[in-house]
């Protein structure tokens, strides 16, 4: 089984991983579906994460467990996806039997989501925020898609431009707050006074309750705070800087300058990670973009340094 360790602002020791390698040998024939698994451990304030990400052949499965030790998060972390596997291998024992058609392997199913009274197979799941690594991934095998009805791209078989995404009244040049908290809820009564279709409290709750999984900074003074809603008809990007800074929880322990809030339809998860992806995609190849939009002095500003950034690698 091939397992990729990865320790956020803390040191993964020889027990953690003597621990990691016992509970997955005594797990090894209850994955033999698996292609692949990351392990993630984070620490932070009064908290220890364990994360265990699960990768199978269309699908794939994630635990999360924090605790006040990372060595009883981790126990909790295997106990979890001990009991989830057993549970999805039991749902297909009973399918088979009742004589549904055999697969040629074993797969955990796709994540579904309810839409007008139906269940619809969705092709992607991520509980928690791309790093930017991922998030490029996902842009290369997503690229020759489109992101959602009126955001076609301007070749045929590109993906859109963060340019292209957002509109300069969705952009907020000076971000006032200065605690995490503060920043989701100046953005959320930033963006329902820009649209009727958001209720301000449900928007703000939502971006809180994914922060609280994991943080949405992703490094180099960005953050990428987002949520899917119910009920929303259309994906839509704003985008805030902050002057001085704002401490996010950020793998690299920098202040987060520059936040891309993404909002998507509940009932189209994919579109999520489409343009999570694209917004990766320019924070990684475009140097010192950071600098540069907190020196912009108004949204006009903002979004011509983005256009002028990604037709450099266009």
């Given at each position: 089984?091939n397992?990729h360790?990865?320790?956020?602002k803390m040191?993964?020791?020889?027990?953690?991983?003597q621990?990691?390698?016992?509970r997955?040998?005594?797990?090894?024939?209850?994955?033999?579906?698996?292609t692949?698994v990351?392990?993630i451990?984070?620490?932070?304030?009064n908290?220890?994460?364990?994360?265990i990400?699960?990768?199978?052949?269309?699908?794939?499965?994630?635990?999360?467990?924090?605790?006040?030790?990372m060595?009883n998060?981790l126990?909790?972390a295997?106990d979890?996806l001990e009991?989830?596997v057993?549970?999805?291998?039991?749902?297909?024992?009973e399918?088979?039997r009742?004589?549904?058609?055999?697969?040629?392997a074993?797969?955990?199913?796709?994540?579904t989501v309810?839409?007008g009274?139906?269940?619809?197979?969705?092709?992607?799941?991520?509980?928690?925020p791309?790093?930017?690594?991922?998030?490029?991934?996902q842009f290369?095998?997503?690229?020759?898609?489109?992101?959602?009805?009126?955001m076609?791209?301007?070749?045929?078989?590109?993906?859109?431009?963060?340019?292209q995404l957002?509109?300069e009244?969705?952009v907020l040049?000076d971000l006032?707050s200065?605690?995490?908290?503060?920043?989701?809820?100046?953005?959320?009564?930033?963006i329902?006074?820009?649209?009727?279709e958001?209720f301000?409290?449900d928007?703000?709750?939502?971006?809180l309750?994914?922060?609280?999984l994991?943080?949405t900074a992703v490094?180099?003074?960005?953050?990428?705070?987002?949520c899917k809603?119910?009920?929303?008809?259309?994906?839509f990007?704003?985008l805030a800087?902050?002057k001085?800074?704002?401490?996010f929880d950020?793998?690299d322990?920098k202040?987060?300058?520059v936040?891309?809030v993404?909002?998507?339809?509940?009932?189209?998860p994919?579109?999520?990670l489409?343009?999570?992806?694209?917004?990766?995609?320019?924070?990684?190849?475009?140097r010192?973009l950071?600098?540069?939009?907190?020196?912009?002095?108004?949204?006009?500003?903002i979004?011509?340094?983005i256009r002028?950034?990604?037709?450099?690698?266009?």
């Open positions: 089984m397992v360790y990865t320790a956020r040191q993964f020791t020889p027990d953690l991983r621990y990691c390698e016992k997955f040998k005594s797990l090894e024939k209850l994955l033999n579906f698996a692949g990351d392990v451990l984070s620490s932070g304030k908290r220890q994460q364990a994360e990400h699960i990768k199978a052949k269309g699908a794939g499965l994630v635990v999360i467990e924090e605790s006040h030790d060595l998060s126990n909790l295997f979890s009991k989830k057993k549970k999805e291998r039991e749902k297909y024992r399918k088979k009742r004589g549904g058609r055999e697969r040629k074993f797969a955990l199913p796709a994540e309810e839409r009274g139906r269940i619809v197979r969705a092709n992607y799941y991520t509980p928690k791309l790093t930017l690594e991922e998030a490029l991934i290369d095998l997503n690229k020759k898609r489109t992101c959602g009805a009126g076609k791209n301007e070749e045929p078989g590109l993906a859109p431009k963060v340019h957002l509109k009244d969705f040049a006032q200065q605690t995490r908290e503060e920043v989701l809820q100046e953005l959320a009564q930033f329902k006074a820009k649209t009727a958001l301000e409290q928007l703000y709750e939502k971006l309750k994914r922060e609280r994991g943080s490094g180099e003074g960005f953050a990428i705070p987002h809603i119910q009920g929303v008809e259309s994906p990007v704003a800087v902050s001085k800074g704002i401490s950020a793998a322990g202040p987060s300058f936040f891309f993404v909002v998507t339809p509940a009932d189209h994919s579109l999520n489409q343009i999570l992806a694209v917004v990766a995609h320019l924070i990684r190849r475009s010192h950071s600098k540069k939009l907190t020196r912009a002095r108004t949204s006009r500003e979004l011509d340094i002028e950034e990604e037709e450099k690698f266009s």
